[in-house]
């Protein structure tokens, strides 16, 4: 895309970085800015820069929080025995939304995927097995997205954990398969949190 401008030029291509802008919106949202008042950019830089600054994973579980633990994780009324496993921070605050799960979460910042180059070292694989070794976890839940990427980070965990005293489930394909939790419905999801299979019955069957 040829523009008359340099400045543009860099800005469009900064934004056009971002997961689902395309060059043309990109330069939507570059014209757009340059008509608002300056001050508006400014506080979008900022929030977007002290967001970076600023954020904090919860040590326990990796959420995205404000404190060196999050709100859930201190909670004393929620049971740290059950972790459900999640790729993001939207799939907490959907299943928080259910206010059905009263168990903690895992926040793994991914899935792993060959083909965008995320291996298990990415993700908090690691210290999730480690958490489950050093005992006092009941239950794991994998709710990731029923996708290939989901299936086989589901597995990859498994056969880490497997062998310890855990009962491995995952939640009830009432979720479409290739369906991002975040879309899922409240009802259903919250259905198939409680309605959650033992993780060897999941795997038999696709
Ligand atoms: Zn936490």
């Known amino acids: 895309m040829e523009m008359s401008s340099k ?12 997961p689902g802008i395309g060059k043309r919106t990109a330069l939507r949202l570059a014209l757009h800015l340059l008509k608002q008042p300056a001050d508006q950019t400014q506080q979008l830089a ?16 990796h959420n995205i929080s404000d404190a060196e633990v999050c709100h859930i994780c201190e909670n004393p009324h929620r049971d740290a025995s059950v972790i459900c496993v999640v790729e993001d921070i939207r799939d907490v605050m959907a299943i928080e939304n259910t206010g059905l799960f009263k168990g903690v979460y895992h926040v793994l910042g991914g899935k792993i995927s060959p083909i965008e ?6 993700l908090t694989i690691v210290q999730l ?21 989901g299936d086989t980070t589901n597995f990859y965990i498994y056969r880490q954990v497997k062998e310890c005293d855990v009962v491995i489930s995952a939640i009830a394909r009432g979720i479409a398969v290739g369906d991002e939790l975040e879309f899922a419905d409240e009802v259903t999801l919250g259905r198939s949190i409680m ?6 019955n999941s795997i038999k069957s696709h």
């Open 46 to 61: 900022e929030a977007l820069q002290k967001l970076r600054e600023d954020i904090v994973f919860c040590s326990k579980c």
């Open 129 to 149: 097995v480690t958490k489950v070794k050093a005992g006092g976890v009941r239950e794991l839940i994998f709710a990731l997205s029923g996708t290939m990427e």
């Open 117 to 122: 180059g995320i291996g298990p070292g990415q």
């Open 7 to 18: 400045l543009l030029e860099r800005a469009v291509a900064e934004i056009s970085q971002l």
């Open 195 to 200: 309605h959650r299979v033992p993780f060897e």
